[in-house]
């Protein structure tokens, strides 16, 4: 069976099982099950430009999403004008002198043969640097948190439109990406997983404990939503004419039960509406990412990466810079899980630090790509599908299995009990499962890469 054959049997089992859901739990459960997969189709992508086409491990795609998350908060939220009297000033006194001191050093070690006397001017210059940036930095913290605490207490963003964000969310994302590239690549490939891992857990720990940045844990909520809010829809007229007329064979005759029942259907017409939006925004952002990729891999850049992945000391000798490969595709595969994370923010309408964590944004998304096919960017999106379907799907399946499998157990049994209270963990064992199936059965995933030579 070809990959086209596995493929539209693979997507259409999906559709069918999106679809069993809506009919038999909610269609608005179902659209959000879609758009959560979209995001993170986007970002299996990103890792298996990665590590598909460049064998590039990173193990700090948790790092690279909170990235986008970030950049969505900062960009959309409007500026807190009190906090930025109180202590923007002396925070931009802080970066300016960051820059400052970033300069210096490298100017110090540009200008200092190697030696004794360098490293000295070296580590003299972090020291001073280190004060001069608190001495700014501290104060303007200070001041900038204890601004009416319980509703801001940081400086707030741009107060542009939401979507812009994801557009800078790549290059956060890809901006830190280049800078530990620059650091790790070219030596062995566990020095890349190394970095990532620890930054990626440096980036969280930031927006946990820097307030004036992100609040924190307190988090951000409210973001401005590029769709339509549910609220205005139920008291807009077309919308009104559209539900009514939808349903006008349905409602009931009596007028205080028909307007009830309207009010009711309008509820649910709205937020099935804003879902639909969602999956359209989310869904054009994933046909593109999928072009672009699929145009890279077909392009002779991308035949490059894959015999670098294959054989450096082949590459090498032929004159490639592997390193500058490397780093290229590592900058734009981190880009693509920048965009989705600042997508997923976007989805959420709040920016939460604390839910930010490596078995939900690498763990799974390694899962996605392995189960879809290393190498294949359907592959990723069909692993996409799949992995967040069941990680959704695999509670109230657990919980109705459970319930069934030890009723003749008795509602007083305490083993029973235990087993129902505790039917969440089943997505760790159902997710445990079909990993191990597919790498004993398919080690190359469900759709495995296609070689040409």
């Known amino acids: 069976m070809n990959n086209l054959i596995k493929g539209t049997l693979g997507f259409g089992i ?12 909610s269609w608005t459960l179902a659209f959000t099950i879609i758009n959560m997969c979209l995001i993170s189709a986007v970002m299996a992508l990103g890792v298996n430009i990665q590590w598909g086409y460049a064998g590039l491990f990173n193990v700090g795609i948790v790092g690279f999403t909170a990235l986008g998350g970030l950049a969505a908060m900062l960009v959309s939220t409007p500026p807190v004008v009190g906090a930025w009297q109180a202590g923007g000033v002396s925070m931009l006194f802080a970066l300016i002198a960051l820059l400052v001191v970033i300069f210096g050093i490298v100017f110090i070690r540009r200008i200092i043969p190697v030696g004794r006397l360098r490293s000295l001017a070296t580590v003299l210059s972090v020291i001073g640097g280190f004060f001069l940036i608190r001495y700014f930095y501290a104060p303007a913290v200070d001041a900038i ?18 979507l812009f964000s994801w557009i800078v969310g790549a290059f956060f994302a890809a901006g830190a990406a280049w800078m530990i590239g620059k650091i790790s690549l070219g030596l062995r490939s566990d020095y890349l997983a190394i970095a990532t891992l620890g930054i990626s857990e440096i980036i969280i720990a930031m927006l946990k404990n820097e307030d004036w940045l992100s609040r924190g844990v307190k988090n951000v909520s409210g973001l401005p939503r590029p769709v339509p809010y549910e609220i205005n829809l139920q008291s807009t007229p077309w919308f009104i004419d559209r539900v009514t007329a939808f349903y ?13 029942a309207l009010q009711q259907k309008l ?41 670098i992945r294959d054989n450096e000391d082949a590459a090498n000798a032929m004159g490639k810079d592997v390193t500058r490969r490397h780093l290229q595709v590592f900058v734009v595969g981190s880009a693509v899980v920048g965009i989705a994370g600042a997508m997923m923010t976007t989805l959420e309408g709040q920016l939460t630090p604390g839910t930010y964590n490596p078995l939900r944004y690498t763990f799974l998304i390694w899962a996605m790509v392995i189960i879809g096919g290393s190498g294949n960017n359907i592959g990723s999106v069909l692993g996409a599908f799949i992995v967040w379907f ?12 459970i319930d069934y499998g030890t009723a003749w157990m008795g509602d007083d049994n305490g083993l029973r009990s235990h087993m129902l209270a505790n039917a969440s963990h089943m997505r760790l ?15 190359r995933g469900l759709l495995p890469e296609t070689n040409r030579q």
């Open 248 to 260: 006008a064979n349905s409602l009931p005759t009596d007028e205080l039960a028909r307007t009830e």
């Open 14 to 25: 999906m559709a069918a099982c999106l679809a069993a859901v809506g009919m038999l739990q």
């Open 267 to 307: 509820i649910e017409a709205s937020s099935l509406f804003v879902k639909l939006c969602y999956t359209g925004l989310f869904l054009a952002v994933l046909l593109l990412v999928l072009w672009f990729a699929y145009r890279a891999q077909k392009a002779p850049w991308g035949r490059m990466m894959r015999a």
């Open 145 to 162: 948190e204890s601004f009416d605490p319980a509703r801001t207490g940081f400086l707030g963003g741009l107060g542009a439109p939401i």
């Open 390 to 401: 069941g990680w959704v799907e695999a509670e109230p399946l657990g919980q109705w299995v």
């Open 429 to 443: 064992i159902i997710m445990g499962v079909v990993l191990l199936l597919v790498m004993r059965f398919s080690p």
